[in-house]
């Protein structure tokens, strides 16, 4: 069965610094995977999603990016941080079957 | 994504079954029913999903109506662990994956 590791769990960032949240799966090829964010008290928004390598597909306009160097890992990035971006990230994985599942999360304080 | 409806909140015995319905009078004949769950800090935790067929697995049974326009999620003896934000979802397969739409869920309470 598939495995997503997702990291950091937590961090505090000053508005303006950059970002970067990794998740890495293991267990399946050529997985599609994807960049939820959970704003506090509110529902999942889709953010990016990856078909493959280097193909990165965006949901909604933001001060986020997304990339994909290799199979297995998909990266989220900021150059200069919001406080807007502040919130719990969760990284998903849809590996040979249709169910999609989700890491554990990275909770994210813009101060 | 067919949007899906679900009361805000329910509360159950600990020991109950617990049966959480979910509108989805828009859904396409290629959507699924899928269900998640998300605990407190957690990530969302997959449940259940289905197309047409009731199913049943480990953790639930998914009950969905012949027209296909409503669903049920039935945990057939809830316990305090299971208090938890539950999402129903309708979601189609298709060439860019499986995109989930999540709405605001119904929040179980297990009470002792």
């Known amino acids: 069965s598939q495995t997503i590791h997702q990291w950091p769990a937590t961090l505090v960032q000053p508005v303006g610094s950059p970002l970067s949240l990794e998740c890495t799966v293991e267990?399946?090829?050529?997985?599609?995977l994807y960049w939820y964010r959970q704003a506090a008290g509110r529902g999942l928004q889709l953010l990016f999603y990856?078909?493959?390598?280097?193909?990165i597909s965006s949901e909604v306009p933001q001060n986020l990016s997304a990339s994909r160097p290799q199979d297995r890992q998909f990266i989220l990035s900021s150059k200069k941080l919001l406080l807007s971006d502040s919130g719990f990230y969760l990284c998903?994985?849809?590996?040979?079957?249709?169910?999609?599942?989700f890491g554990e999360g990275s909770w994210l304080t813009v101060v | 994504d067919a949007k899906t409806t679900q009361p805000p909140s329910m509360d159950c015995a600990e020991g109950r079954a617990a049966n959480l319905p979910c509108n989805h009078s828009t859904i396409s004949g290629n959507e699924y029913v899928y269900w998640y769950r998300q605990i407190h800090s957690q990530g969302p935790q997959y449940i259940i999903h289905?197309?047409?067929n009731n199913e049943t697995n480990e953790m639930a049974s998914l009950i969905i109506t012949e027209d296909r326009k409503s669903s049920t999620l039935i945990l057939p003896h809830a316990t305090l662990r299971d208090t938890a934000v539950y999402y129903c979802?309708?979601?189609?397969?298709?060439?860019?994956?499986?995109?989930?739409?999540f709405g605001g869920g119904t929040r179980l309470m297990v009470k002792p």
């Open positions: 990856s078909v493959g390598i280097g193909q």
């Open positions: 979802i309708v979601s189609a397969h298709n060439n860019a994956g499986n995109m989930l739409t």
């Open positions: 289905g197309l047409k």
């Open positions: 267990g399946t090829s050529n997985p599609n």
């Open positions: 998903a994985c849809q590996g040979s079957g249709n169910t999609i599942y």
